[in-house]
Each structure stands twice: as structure tokens, then as C-alpha cells.
T-cell receptor
Framework: RKEVEQDPGPFNVPEGATVAFNCTYS??????FFWYRQDCRKEPKLLMS???SGNEDGRFTAQLNRASQYISLLIRDSKLSDSATYLC??????????????FGQGTTLQVKP | EADIYQTPRYLVIGTGKKITLECSQT?????MYWYQQDPGMELHLIHY???????EKGDLSSESTVSRIRTEHFPLTLESARPSHTSQYLC??????????????FGSGTRLTVV
């Protein structure tokens, strides 16, 4: 079983749609959670951190459920420019000093006109 | 403006050659990482370092080696390149104790092709 599991997709949605991605992780001691975005043939870039209380950044909303070890990302009003692969990322263990992150395989989003 | 630099961006090289992929960061981060990623596939950690003179192998076995003589510099070396080494190599860095921080900062990557 992978440490971070995501549905690879692809998710094909029309412009303006709302789309949600989910991710599960296996290490219950993990403390830090992120969503990264990776464009084709580019490096991953931080999209947003994920906090226990849930957090929002414009059209993007991230949620964390520690009991279920589940993370979600909601994108509202999808734009063509949102087309990318979204990586769910979890810290390796409970210590905030290791810094090692585990990357999911990513979920691919294609927004169509 | 990038704070972590990788060179070269693209490299095509013959089998058996020795190559070094460069990675430098100007953020003073203690932790640095090398990932390997094939097209459309997930990232695999191949090496990491927690500071000067510290290097560890990652989760994916790799024939490459790394060194960390200076905080800002974390080069990766392949002594004898083979076609199976063809991939994208991504370097990243982070601060010690990254928790609610920004996670990793990645370089633009080196796309290596061994012919």
C-alpha cells in the first residue's frame, strides 16, 4: 500500500465547473500536509498548505480529516489555466524537524473550454 | 526569481560517460533532496542531506552519488551513465523544522537523456 494514495484521473471538466480531489495517507503521526501543483514537464510548486481547521485561498479550499487520514482539495469555477497535476503531500512522521515529505502520484486535471 | 538553481536544464550524453548534475540554493536551507521523475509518473526520492557532510540514500535505489561540502551546493554524480538513467532529476530544499512552512522549494530540473 502506498503511503499517500490519490486517484490519478484524469479528471476532464468544463470551464466553470467545481472539482474535488481526495487523498488518503497511511502515517497517523504525520503533522504537515500540502497540495502541490505540477505542470507538464515542470517542477512541482506549492499550491497551499492544509490545516486541520480547513483553509481557503481564492477558488481553492483544502480540508484535512485526521481521524480518517484524508485530505481534499476543492477547486471552484475551474479555469483553463488550472489544468495540471495536483500532488497530495504529507510529512513523513510526527516530528516537525525531519522535513522529509512523501508525495502522492498526483491527480491530473484537464479543464476544457 | 528562482532561489534554487539546477544546471544543465537539458543534457544528452553517451553511454558510459561520467556526469554531474548541479544544484545550488541561496536560501541557506539545511535540507536538500534529489528526486527522479519519469514522464507522467510519481516523484521518487533518491538522495537527501540534512546539512554539510550529511548524505543519505532515498527510497529508490540509485546508482548515483551525492556530496554536501557546502550548505548551498548539492551535486549529483553518475560515474557511468546508462540509458536506464534517462529521466528528469529534480533538486529541492527546505528549512529545518518545516511544519506550517512552505514545504519544499524545487529547482527547474535537469532532463537527462542517455543514448
Amino acid at each position: 500500500r502506498k503511503e499517500v494514495e490519490q486517484d490519478p484521473g484524469p479528471f476532464n471538466v468544463p470551464e466553470g465547473a467545481t472539482v474535488a480531489f481526495n487523498c488518503t495517507y497511511s502515517n497517523s503521526a504525520s503533522q504537515s500536509f500540502f497540495w502541490y501543483r505540477q505542470d507538464c514537464r515542470k517542477e512541482p510548486k506549492l499550491l497551499m498548505s492544509v490545516y486541520s481547521s480547513g483553509n481557503e485561498d481564492g477558488r481553492f479550499t483544502a480540508q484535512l480529516n485526521r481521524a480518517s487520514q484524508y485530505i481534499s482539495l476543492l477547486i471552484r469555477d475551474s479555469k483553463l489555466s488550472d489544468s495540471a497535476t495536483y500532488l497530495c503531500v504529507v510529512s513523513e512522521d510526527g516530528s516537525s524537524n525531519t522535513g522529509k515529505l512523501i508525495f502522492g502520484q498526483g491527480t491530473t486535471l484537464q479543464v476544457k473550454p | 526569481e528562482a532561489d534554487i538553481y539546477q544546471t544543465p536544464r537539458y543534457l544528452v550524453i553517451g553511454t558510459g560517460k561520467k556526469i554531474t548534475l548541479e544544484c545550488s540554493q541561496t536560501m541557506g536551507h539545511d535540507k536538500m533532496y534529489w528526486y527522479q521523475q519519469d514522464p507522467g509518473m510519481e516523484l521518487h526520492l533518491i538522495h537527501y542531506s540534512y546539512g554539510v557532510n550529511s548524505t543519505e540514500k532515498g527510497d529508490l535505489s540509485s546508482e548515483s552519488t551525492v556530496s554536501r561540502i557546502r550548505t548551498e551546493h548539492f551535486p549529483l554524480t553518475l560515474e557511468s551513465a546508462r540509458p536506464s538513467h534517462t529521466s528528469q532529476y529534480l533538486c529541492a530544499s527546505s528549512e529545518v523544522g518545516t511544519s506550517r512552512g512552505g514545504g519544499y522549494t524545487f529547482g527547474s530540473g535537469t532532463r537527462l537523456t542517455v543514448v
